[in-house]
């Protein structure tokens, strides 16, 4: 292990720099209004540090965007198809891939291939495009993560894992010919970017093979969940992440992918199967909503900047910063006795709006609130994922409560420097000194998908 009081510097140079803009508090509150209290509705330059999302927000290296130059964009049989499917195979070892323009395209395309209305699909926490496209195929999303998911400060290592009892209790109730797959991420970001052990997943697929189920990893930060099991795992401490990536989903039937996390891209996404049958389907199903099967909604090179990234993503030097850096921010956060969820995770720390805004009920969204105040406080851009997050009960229309109401502040890859991470640590802080001051919300628009990205609200007099 390395001796913690040395100092660490991420491991690149800046060769290009993107100047933000400072604005005054007046300012941001006036924007904040403008936006209806949600911080995706910000416009990005009146942004100083935005944590909004690790998603499509990386930074690229000078050797992906060398890559860039070699776009073949053909309309069929790109050569960077090539490159990206026979990285696919190297990394992550699934025979057959299927480009998408990003992991909701792969979600879809999945979902409508495996489900048949009525059926259930298991899955380690919920996240949002993943439920809604299980969902709209006719679905319905089954939570079986472990119960310590659920808590915001138990400190289990792996708090990404499937509980396989509950996973054996629904096939009972059910029955497996209802379940055509549990869907598994590594690591699960709604938990708060918590990874998943490989114990945990061998013992995944034991059970569905046992009951012909398929099992279909959510892959999007698979390396960042390797990470940690490298760190935290007996037996794995001397493997590379290579090896940990190919093992884990070697447990596994199919991948989707959002290439716009771990891979270091700004757009990309694929699905990813090992039977081909279901690949038959996907290649049929991706040229109706995505395009040609060699290219899936995306150019040439930006399939040969994904085939780059992914190179450069299972480097150890890489994900241990990337992963530290989170580190090194949230343990400031924790020295000044702020409520985040422990162990700090994978792509992003997690304040608890519950705890930190203890006074706000969460019908008053505390959690949005939470986001906007950091906003106005620090031109730090954050988000909810919390009850708004959680959208409505299909049955019952009302809202669903989950126990987690986060804020989550999420660093893009390769983009910002400990320096900003100290200025936004420093922001929370004076916000958290001044917490009984705020109120809560209401919201006044409310969209019917994915409520969050576009809902509006108001302060509460
Ligand atoms: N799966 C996980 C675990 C994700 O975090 C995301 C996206 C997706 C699938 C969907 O991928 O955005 O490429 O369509 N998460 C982003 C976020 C939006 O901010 O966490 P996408």
């Given at each position: 292990?390395?001796?913690?009081?040395?100092?660490?510097?991420?491991?690149?140079?800046?060769?290009?720099?993107?100047?933000?803009?400072?604005?005054?508090?007046?300012?941001?509150?006036?924007?904040i209004k403008e936006a209806g209290y949600n911080t995706f509705l910000l416009r990005s330059e009146d942004v100083y540090i935005d944590l909004l999302t690790d998603s499509g927000t990386n930074a690229m290296s000078?050797?992906?965007w060398a890559g860039m130059m070699l776009g073949d964009e053909a309309y069929a049989g790109s050569k960077n198809?090539?490159?990206l499917e026979s990285n696919v195979q190297k990394f992550y070892g699934y025979k057959y891939l299927v480009p998408t323009h990003q992991g909701r395209g792969a979600e879809h395309l999945l979902s409508q291939s495996l489900i048949k209305d009525g059926d259930f699909i298991p899955g380690n926490m919920y996240f949002t495009t993943t439920r809604l496209h299980q969902e709209l195929a006719g679905g319905t999303f089954v939570d079986v993560i472990i119960d310590e998911a659920h808590i915001p400060d138990n400190l289990h290592p792996f708090k990404g894992n499937v509980d396989i009892q509950k996973f054996e209790d629904l096939i009972k109730k059910v029955g497996a010919d209802k379940i055509p797959y549990i869907s598994v991420a590594g690591t699960v970001n709604m938990a708060g970017g918590q990874p998943v052990s490989m114990q945990n997943i061998k013992e995944v697929k034991q059970m569905a093979d046992k009951y012909g189920i398929k099992v279909v990893l959510d892959a999007t930060r698979a390396i960042e969940n390797a990470f940690f099991?490298?760190?935290?795992?007996?037996?794995?401490?001397?493997k590379s992440i290579e090896e940990i990536l190919f093992e884990f989903c070697s447990y596994t039937d199919a991948a989707t992918m959002s290439g716009k996390k771990d891979l270091l891209v700004n757009i990309g996404g694929f699905v990813a199967v090992n039977d081909w049958e279901l690949f038959e389907e996907l290649r049929n199903l991706v040229v109706v909503y995505e395009g040609l099967h060699t290219y899936g909604g995306?150019?040439?090179r930006d399939m040969e900047a994904m085939a780059r990234g992914m190179e450069e993503a299972v480097q150890y030097d890489h994900i241990r910063s990337r992963i530290k850096q989170i580190e090194y921010f949230g343990n400031q956060l924790i020295e000044n006795n702020i409520p985040i969820v422990k162990p700090i995770g994978g792509h992003a720390v997690?304040?608890?709006?519950?705890?930190?805004y203890d006074h706000i009920p969460q019908i008053n969204f505390p959690a949005q609130k939470l986001a906007a105040d950091l906003y106005i406080e620090s031109g730090v851009r954050a988000m909810e994922r919390g009850i708004v997050s959680a959208g409505r009960n299909r049955e019952t229309g009302d809202h669903n409560y989950p126990k987690l109401e986060l804020v989550r502040l999420t660093f893009p890859r390769r983009v910002y420097m400990q320096s900003h991470l100290d200025v936004t640590a420093y922001?929370?802080?004076?916000?958290?000194?001044?917490?009984h001051q705020a109120k809560g919300l209401k919201m006044v628009y409310e969209p019917k998908y994915l409520r969050f990205f576009q809902a509006r609200f108001e302060e509460l007099s």
């Open positions: 292990m390395a001796d913690k009081r040395k100092p660490w510097a991420e491991p690149y140079k800046i060769k290009v720099v993107e100047p933000v803009k400072m604005t005054t508090r007046e300012y941001r509150i006036e924007k000078d050797y992906q198809f090539y490159y099991i490298k760190e935290r795992e007996p037996g794995y401490a001397d995306l150019a040439g997690f304040l608890d709006a519950r705890a930190f922001s929370v802080n004076e916000l958290y000194e001044k917490r």
